[in-house]
T-cell receptor, first 111, second 112 residues
Framework: GEDVEQSLFLSVREGDSSVINCTYT??????LYWYKQEPGAGLQLLTY?????DMKQDQRLTVLLNKKDKHLSLRIADTQTGDSAIYFC???????????FGKGTTLSVSS | NAGVTQTPKFQVLKTGQSMTLQCAQD?????MSWYRQDPGMGLRLIHY???????DQGEVPNGYNVSRSTTEDFPLRLLSAAPSQTSVYFC???????????FGEGSWLTVV
């Protein structure tokens, strides 16, 4: 079946880079996503990458995709305290429509 | 969260009561879905729909019903609420072949 795994916690100091990793199992995934959730709030789409891409950069965010190893990462440059949140990795399921989520990585940024 | 509206935002139910969580989108999206979010479990898919008149079960469908009579609306029904259904519920929509899935702001449900 389809599964998405992430490490549960990451702690960094303000100004450092953060790297959040994710592995997935569905080799037919077409899109892979990163969502951010702040406490008590909904899900904010941060970025996504199409499966035929290796890398996507969007301001402070860099997404790397290793399709052979089914590994996705999100790098946040110059991490700020406002980046503290839960980050979810998600893939499109076999149906091509449903999203399968990881359990989320809690990013804690200390000043 | 543009375009996906969920109501109510907060609800407290007694065990055995029924209720409907409403979800509406104004983007003419084919795909709509419901997720529940529990601590340490991430988001789990309850039901989804790829178009009006078509629904299918996700990972955790038991205790929930859905229908899709129009493209815009995808209500989630709890027929007999149980404390295990205490959760945060998110509705989402997107184009069938598109790359962006939009989420509503969530509905916090407590069953006592």
């Amino acid at each position: 079946g389809e599964d998405v795994e992430q490490s549960l916690f990451l702690s960094v100091r303000e100004g450092d880079s953060s790297v959040i990793n994710c592995t997935y199992t569905d080799s037919s995934s077409t899109y892979l996503y990163w969502y951010k959730q702040e406490p008590g709030a909904g899900l904010q789409l941060l970025t996504y990458i199409f499966s035929n891409m290796d890398m996507k950069q969007d301001q402070r965010l860099t997404v790397l995709l290793n399709k052979k190893d089914k590994h996705l990462s999100l790098r946040i440059a110059d991490t700020q305290t406002g980046d503290s949140a839960i980050y979810f990795c998600a893939e499109r399921g076999q149906a091509g429509t449903a999203l399968i989520f990881g359990k989320g990585t809690t990013l804690s940024v200390s000043s | 969260n543009a375009g996906v509206t969920q109501t109510p935002k907060f609800q407290v139910l007694k065990t055995g009561q029924s209720m409907t969580l409403q979800c509406a989108q104004d983007m003419n999206h084919e795909y709509m879905s419901w997720y529940r979010q529990d601590p340490g479990m991430g988001l789990r898919l309850i039901h989804y729909s790829v178009g009006a008149g078509i629904t299918d079960q996700g990972e955790v469908p038991n205790g929930y019903n859905v229908s899709r009579s129009t493209t815009e609306d995808f209500p989630l029904r709890l027929l007999s609420a149980a404390p295990s259904q205490t959760s945060v519920y998110f509705c989402a929509s997107g184009q069938g072949q598109g790359n962006t899935i939009y989420f509503g702001e969530g509905s916090w449900l407590t069953v006592v």
